[in-house]
């Protein structure tokens, strides 16, 4: 088990700094944003998976050859001291790290909920609803602005600005682009990360992922409006919203202006399609990342 231990602490390590490092810097995402976001959630679950177990295993080598023969045998010891002060130890940092990981993510989910409900409050009060659309909202702003605020009662905001600057069909673009993040909840899919970053802001690789999977929900976002209205609609509601719409914050954590030069440069018509091959490599890679882990706490 002291192996396992160690093979788990490795690759943790490995997922939390380089390895999230370069996926981060990797330029294949913008051509795969689905295959990104799985590969990134594997890779935050299997780090904290592979760190927390790391010790874990470590703190319990002393009772049995595996994890479950190990467990077992926990409710027949006279006293933790009995297994030794370096593995009390280890067992000590895998519940402060498991709880660190916990808490802050669940502060997070608290301070956004809180954050959400003062925005939707204000936009009720500050913003007209729009006729033609139930839960959308129009503010009285010059400046294009659109953003969605996501949750049980979602809101679509855009300004006074969006409607009169955009043609129809760039409008359709930004309506879809939004519908897109309420639809598929991409507020719960960023979340995770704003925690991971903030449990240890100090690792390059877990400060990254944040601005990293945020960046990949609006090109997943863009794909959606681009099957629907085309890449010139799109293209053009990019070009005149850019640099003027709501910066992501806690409460509607994305933006249709955020990111935008990266996603122009990714609307060409004559880049080369994905392969098969080069989709599945990501899905593959991601599943067996949370296989390792798990089969190796569960069977070693």
């Not at 409607?163 to 897109?180: G, I």
């Not at 003027?244 to 880049?271: C, I, K, Q, W, Y």
Request: hydrophobic share 55%; glycine share 8%.
């Amino acid at each position: 088990m002291r192996t396992t231990a160690i093979a788990l602490l490795a690759l943790g390590v490995v997922l939390a700094e380089p390895a999230s490092r370069a996926l981060a810097r990797a330029r294949w995402p913008a051509r795969d944003p689905i295959g990104a976001l799985l590969l990134w959630q594997a890779i935050g679950l299997a780090g904290g998976l592979a760190l927390v177990g790391a010790g874990v295993t470590y703190g319990l080598a002393p009772l049995g050859d595996s994890l479950p023969a190990a467990a077992g045998a926990l409710p027949s010891m006279r006293s933790l001291t009995d297994i030794g002060i370096d593995h009390l130890l280890a067992l000590g940092v895998a519940v402060l790290l498991a709880g660190r990981l916990f808490g802050v993510l669940l502060l997070a989910v608290v301070r956004t909920l809180k954050a959400r409900r003062r925005h939707r409050d204000l936009l009720d009060v500050l913003a007209t609803p729009w006729p033609s659309m139930a839960g959308a909202r129009v503010l009285a702003h010059p400046l294009p602005v659109a953003y969605c605020l996501p949750g049980l009662r979602s809101r679509l905001v855009v300004s006074e600005g969006t409607l009169a600057a955009l043609a129809p069909d760039e409008l359709d673009a930004v309506l879809a682009h939004e519908r897109a993040h309420l639809r598929e909840r991409h507020d719960l899919v960023v979340l995770p990360f704003v925690a991971w970053g903030a449990t240890a802001p100090w690792v390059p690789g877990m400060a990254c992922a944040q601005a990293a999977v945020a960046a990949l929900v609006e090109m997943r976002a863009d794909d959606v409006a681009r099957d629907r209205t085309g890449e010139a609609a799109l293209a053009g509601a990019l070009r005149q919203v850019a640099g003027t719409g709501a910066t992501p914050t806690p409460a509607n954590l994305t933006s249709f202006s955020s990111a935008v030069t990266g996603r122009l440069d990714r609307l060409h018509p004559e880049a080369a399609p994905v392969s098969p091959l080069a989709r599945a490599l990501p899905r593959l890679a991601a599943l067996a990342l949370v296989a390792v882990p798990t089969i190796t706490l569960l069977a070693t």
